[in-house]
Nanobody, 121 residues
């Protein structure tokens, strides 16, 4: 089994930064990622990373967000810079064992409880 625990959300002004963390407990997984869901919208991919540290980013966050993983600490990170009001959402950490990582929520069986990010203008 896999358990994921996020932290690091909060409220910031536009242009500010936040770093999200996701501690993974249990078995290691091949794919991990960050997804977000704004009120009234579907959950969408933000960034994913596989065990070879290959990454994929949503176009809307490229150049502003960085996903990384500390394997020694079994922790996933999302560094978010130059935040915009449209980044406001609940952010979820996700993981799965499949070898081919997909950039969609349907590709992940394990989810954290979410951490709220609010960006004010």
């Amino acid at each position: 089994q896999v358990q994921l625990v996020e932290s690091g959300g909060g409220s910031v002004q536009a242009g500010g930064s936040l770093r999200l963390s996701c501690a993974q407990f249990g078995y290691s997984t091949y794919c991990m990622g960050w997804f977000r869901q704004a009120p009234g919208k579907e959950r969408e991919g933000v960034a994913i990373i596989d065990s070879n540290a290959r990454t994929i980013y949503a176009d809307s966050v490229k150049g502003r967000f960085t996903i990384s993983k500390d394997n020694a600490k079994n922790t996933l990170y999302l560094q978010m810079n130059s935040l915009k009001p449209e980044d406001t959402a609940m952010y979820y950490c996700a993981a799965d064992y499949r070898l081919g990582c997909v950039f969609a929520p349907r590709g992940y069986n394990y989810w954290g409880q979410g951490t709220q990010v609010i960006v004010s203008s």
